[in-house]
Nanobody
Framework: QVHLVESGGGLVQAGGSLRLSCAASGSTSSSYAMGWFRQAPGKDREFVGVISWLGRLSYADSVKGRFTISRDRAKITVYLQMNSLKPEDTAVYYC?????????????????WGQGTAVTVSS
């Protein structure tokens, strides 16, 4: 069992930056891929990026070059650095953990989810 808690959301102007954190607790000794997803009002939850257990990174095209995922050495906290934010980045952002050595991009592949943190980008 893994418990995930996101933090760092808030209101930012277009062009600004935010860093989200996802703290994991519980069975963190297992191999997990850590993904970030987001869900805007009235839309489906969509993939943002993932870091595999071995550190491989993948991003959605919409955030590539602007967002960066990193993880601390203990692999307990995962970060999402968001730069050059746009109003269309406004959403609730979720981190998730998948018991796999791969880099899954679908919501169905993930076993545990955080409660989400809201990001609002004003124009």
């Amino acid at each position: 069992q893994v418990h995930l808690v996101e933090s760092g959301g808030g209101l930012v102007q277009a062009g600004g930056s935010l860093r989200l954190s996802c703290a994991a607790s519980g069975s963190t000794s297992s191999s997990y891929a850590m993904g970030w997803f987001r869900q805007a009002p009235g839309k489906d939850r969509e993939f943002v990026g993932v870091i595999s257990w071995l550190g491989r990174l993948s991003y959605a095209d919409s955030v590539k070059g602007r967002f960066t995922i990193s993880r601390d050495r203990a692999k307990i906290t995962v970060y999402l650095q968001m730069n050059s934010l746009k109003p269309e980045d406004t959403a609730v952002y979720y981190c998730a953990a998948a018991r796999t050595a791969g880099s899954p991009i679908t919501t169905a592949s993930y076993d545990y989810w955080g409660q989400g943190t809201a990001v609002t980008v004003s124009s």
